[in-house]
């Protein structure tokens, strides 16, 4: 019951306040819809740019996807509302969490999608600059699918010119699924990682 709940706040979240933004602001357009998996569970692993990714991402995909997100941002007045509301479950930055970690084994044990910014933090040029290897140690624990995402433009979503705002049109890319590592092992694990960096680089182009 509490799932079925979950589900349809998160669907009038993404239609009621996140489609007009991604539509009619941001002009949104997702490319690689094919390569979502439908059935079963799958990490989604993006670059990040912007605070408005979660919920963006989320709506584009068309799938649940849980993000793990800065204990910060929930402290923000209506995206907090909007994170939480999407399955955005807190960790804090620089700290090994097992809470958090026990939280995203047990949503991807249920059937549900998450989704890491593989970078931990927005970074300031879009791309992925320096890929942690969680998102790898998550897939080999839970023998899940990787999902590597693009979303373009984040990073510039308004630019003033003469105090007039101008909206970048996002991009979403979806690249193919990648396979788990063998074992987690640091090599196993890093190349995984460095596979899935090179991936969304590629997407973004």
């Known amino acids: 019951m509490k799932n079925v709940i979950q589900k349809l706040i998160y669907q009038l979240v993404s239609k009621i306040f996140v489609l007009p933004i991604y539509k009619f602001v941001f002009k949104g357009h997702l490319i690689g819809k094919e390569n979502i998996p439908q059935k079963d569970s799958f990490i989604m692993v993006s670059n990040h740019g912007s605070l408005l990714d979660p919920p963006l991402l989320g709506h584009a995909l068309g799938r649940n996807i849980s993000f793990m997100a800065?204990?910060?941002?929930?402290k923000i007045p209506f995206l907090g509302f909007v994170i939480k509301a999407c399955g955005a479950y807190p960790v804090k930055r620089g700290i090994a969490d097992k809470n958090t970690i026990k939280t995203a084994c047990k949503k991807l044990s249920n059937?549900?999608?998450i989704g890491i910014f593989i970078d931990g933090t927005r970074q300031k040029n879009g791309r992925v600059n320096k890929p942690k290897q969680g998102a790898a140690l998550l897939a080999?624990?839970?023998q899940k699918l990787l999902l590597p995402v693009a979303i373009v433009n984040s990073h510039r979503l308004i630019r003033f010119k003469f105090c007039i705002p101008f909206f970048s049109k996002i991009v979403i890319r979806v690249g193919k699924p990648i396979q788990p590592p063998q074992s987690s092992s640091r090599d196993d694990l890093n190349s995984v990682t460095v596979n899935l960096q090179e991936s969304i680089n590629n997407l973004i182009g």
């Open 70 to 74: 800065k204990a910060e941002l929930f």
């Open 111 to 113: 059937n549900n999608c």
């Open 140 to 142: 080999f624990k839970n």
